[in-house]
């Protein structure tokens, strides 16, 4: 089983607070995603990052993928209520024709008004 | 609309008795796969699936079965549910054979007795 620490695990700010969460794990993986999940749905993919240092962003949302693809994070600039949920990264190591996804434990975001 | 579905969403059952939960997608998507969420273990694979006819195990796949004989369904089997199966499930799918960018079903919660 392989291992995707996320920090912190719980996350309580004031709107418009910066904000970074972290994945980070031993294993090289081949992408690295980033869901969102909301109590009582489904996660929701936020973005996928597949190269080493590759940065992406989303408004308010930027992602990064470390150098050598074993850790990722996630800054939320300005955070606003909408941004609550649990923050879920997930590696998958396609690189080594495997075909399953690793999920980490996630981080809860609570973001107060 | 595209959408992932999963029935029942809530089911209630004593220990033994078999039980199938169903997953079906309208995306024609090729990559169909099961995870349970347990508090502090984060979502774990089960088992997934590449294509019809083809199957493999995830993480945690002792207890469970499943069968890809259409590509649109792909449905979990619990053939003597024990209560360590008590669990929040979650289907996913994703275009190409791979985990890439999974789209996720509402969820399904079991509870076995």
């Known amino acids: 089983t392989q291992l995707l620490e996320q920090s912190p695990q719980f996350l309580s700010i004031q709107e418009g607070e910066n904000l970074t969460v972290y994945c980070n794990s031993s294993s090289v993986f081949s992408s690295l995603q980033w869901y969102r999940q909301e109590p009582g749905e489904g996660p929701v993919l936020l973005v996928t990052v597949v190269t080493g240092g590759e940065v992406k962003k989303l408004k308010r949302l930027t992602f990064q993928f470390g150098d050598a693809r074993k850790d990722s994070s996630l800054h939320i600039t300005a955070a606003q209520p909408g941004d609550t949920g649990l923050y879920l990264c997930?590696?998958?190591?396609?690189?080594?024709?495997?075909?399953?996804?690793?999920f980490g434990t996630g981080t809860r975001l609570t973001v107060i008004p | 609309e595209a959408q992932v579905t999963q029935n029942p969403r809530y089911l209630i059952t004593v220990t033994g008795k078999k039980l199938t939960v169903t997953c079906s997608q309208n995306?024609?998507?090729?990559?169909m796969s099961w995870y349970r969420q347990d508090p502090g273990l984060g979502l774990r694979q089960i088992y997934y699936?590449?294509?019809?006819?083809?199957?493999d195990k995830g993480d945690v796949p002792e207890g469970y079965k499943v069968s890809r004989k259409e590509k649109r369904n792909f449905p979990l089997i619990l053939e003597s549910p024990s209560p360590n199966q008590t669990s929040l499930y979650f289907c996913?799918?994703?275009?190409?054979?791979?985990?890439?960018?999974?789209?996720f079903g509402p969820g399904t919660r079991l509870t076995v007795t």
């Open positions: 996913a799918s994703s275009w190409d054979g791979t985990p890439y960018e999974q789209y």
């Open positions: 699936s590449m294509n019809v006819e083809v199957t």
């Open positions: 997930a590696g998958d190591e396609g690189w080594s024709g495997a075909n399953n996804l690793f």
């Open positions: 995306m024609n998507h090729e990559y």
